[in-house]
């Protein structure tokens, strides 16, 4: 039997109608049954279908995302992964960690509503991220034939702690050559390639960055910055005050906020997320 079989049977499915129809009235919450192997893949399609927008699907741990993707893979669903940071106790995770641009992308998703699963552990579930607002408030869209600017671009990702190169090769990092801009975004599989003429966007590609070819021609791109958190004066200010409240820091002086204004991060800021 070929999928497409298979999944016009489940579609037909009087049980599987039955489910979705109790769904449909909102009496939040559900527990469905009887949900085993693939099937969980063939449910969450056709739940989307029902129901369009982003659906979380929240495992106990990272043993259980493997099968996951298996059974989405079978009815041809795509994921992302909300990582956790990783760390154990008393041990930060590492300035400039791949997780750091990993989680601000899976947030960029959610944000600009590109996402439609989005897998995480309860761990990562039940971390604290900014709100919505304000990472979007972070986020930068650029569009093909749209107005550009080159140099307010490059210093923007400096501030948002990408690394200006003359190539990009590794995650992180920005180029500005002529009238080429090419960015490697911190959660990303492929780099990009803004080409414009004097302030205007002609074309907006995805490349591999090992060997510079591109890989697909694309109308809009979403930039976001290389973690969850940026540190302006403003978020540095909130630190400081929060800091004073703390029985820890009441009788001796932080020195994060002036860390912070000359640096812009330090080694365990995720714990004072978001």
Known sequence: MSIQILEQSIHRWQAMSGVLSRIQEHSWPYEIEGL???LHGFFLSEYLNAFPGTLVLVVPSEKEIEPLLADLDLSHLDCDILPWWGTIAYRPAPPGAAV???????LSGLVSQTQRILVATQRAFLTPVP???YFASLLTRLKK???FDPA???EKLASWGYTRVPRVTVHGEFALRGEVFDIFMSGDELAHRIVFDFNTIEAIKSFNPGDQSSVEALESLVLYP??????DEKRIARLAENLATLREFTDVKSDLPEH???HGGFEGEELFYP
């Open 36 to 38: 085993q192997g693939g």
């Open 100 to 106: 750091f641009g990993q989680r601000a992308a899976r």
């Open 131 to 133: 709100p919505p607002d």
């Open 145 to 147: 034939g749209a107005r």
């Open 152 to 154: 307010g671009l490059a």
């Open 226 to 231: 290389a973690k969850e958190v940026i540190w």
């Open 260 to 262: 912070l204004e000359l």
